[in-house]
């Protein structure tokens, strides 16, 4: 079964970083993209950032350079190293794959940047 962790959100000041992780298990991690996401209240969940299967990333316009998305398939696990912070990056983060035509969720790790 697809089973999808994250960790790593925290609180954090403006201009400050967290790493996210995401850790998968059930498939064969490599084979597959991983996606990042975040919700903030009242919003709907958007792309943050994607990564393929072969390490390939694609960012949001709204990162601006501030975000690196990787993996490390011995691991089983995705990354989103986020630096320069700004309030509005507060959200709950999830990590996505697409497997056998579903999309799976992890249950989300909260980042708040706030002084």
């Known amino acids: 079964q697809v089973q999808l962790v994250e960790s790593g959100g925290g609180l954090v000041q403006p201009g400050g970083s967290l790493r996210l992780s995401c850790s998968a298990s059930?498939?064969?991690?490599?084979?597959?993209?991983v996606n990042w996401y975040r919700q903030a209240p009242g919003k709907q969940r958007e792309v943050v950032a994607v990564?393929?299967?072969?390490?390939?990333?694609t960012y949001a316009d709204f990162v601006n350079g501030r975000f690196t998305v990787s993996r490390d398939n011995a691991k089983n696990t995705a990354y989103l190293q986020m630096d320069s912070l700004k309030p509005e990056d507060t959200a709950v983060y999830h990590c996505?794959?697409?497997?056998?035509?579903?999309?799976?969720w992890g249950s989300g790790t909260l980042v708040i940047v706030s002084s």
């Open positions: 990564i393929s299967s072969e390490g390939n990333p």
């Open positions: 059930g498939f064969i991690f490599m084979e597959y993209s």
């Open positions: 996505n794959v697409r497997h056998n035509g579903v999309h799976y």
